[in-house]
């Protein structure tokens, strides 16, 4: 298949950069501190339940470095309707042994976590933030929803000539 200025492409996890671009420009006009206590912007506790006194910052959950793992209930219960953030993040399954900042750890959720984080400190919707802050700066038609890309026409040497 052909690749045009409409053809879409998803990228899934290449996008947790996209996030790490966005947080470092909120955090350039301080809207957000990335080694603020997230409990701070989530506005309730988040503690790993076997190191309470570490606090978990948006520097790690965008280093995968917090101690949130996907094997608990993030899978399962995670995936349900009415399944909030601050149920899984308060499950001591969705953590790891090691403390916060110790040890890397791939984590959706954690990135998840920083996604909702971004979101309560810039008190905008996730991908009206990275059109504002990414897209929109490096003339970027993007979205993390499709169906918000404007589809542009095609000029005409896209047009082929019988």
Same mark, same amino acid.
């Given at each position: 298949?052909?690749? @045009? #200025?409409? @053809?879409?492409?998803r990228i899934a996890s290449v996008?947790? =950069?996209v996030m790490s671009f966005a947080s470092l420009s909120l955090m350039e006009d301080g809207v957000v501190d990335l080694d603020a206590d997230i409990t =701070? $912007? =989530? %506005? $309730? &506790?988040v503690r790993h339940p076997q190191h309470p006194d570490i606090p978990v910052t948006l520097r790690m959950l965008l280093t995968h470095s917090a101690g949130i793992t996907d #094997? %608990? &209930? $993030? %899978? @399962? *219960?995670g995936m349900e309707p009415g399944c909030t953030l601050r149920e899984l993040l308060s499950n001591p399954a969705c953590w790891r042994e090691c403390a916060p900042g110790q040890a890397f750890h791939y984590s959706n959720l954690g990135a998840g976590a920083a996604g909702v984080v971004l979101e309560r400190a810039a008190n905008m919707p996730f991908d009206d933030i990275l059109k504002?802050?990414? !897209?929109d700066p490096l003339s970027i038609r993007?979205? $993390? #929803?499709?169906?918000?890309i404007t589809p542009i026409p =095609? *000029?005409?040497? !896209?047009?082929?000539t019988l």
């Open positions: 298949m052909p690749v @045009t #200025d409409s @053809t879409c492409f996008s947790k =950069l =701070l $912007y =989530l %506005g $309730y &506790p #094997d %608990g &209930p $993030y %899978g @399962t *219960r504002a802050r990414v !897209f993007a979205s $993390y #929803d499709p169906r918000r =095609l *000029r005409s040497w !896209f047009v082929p």
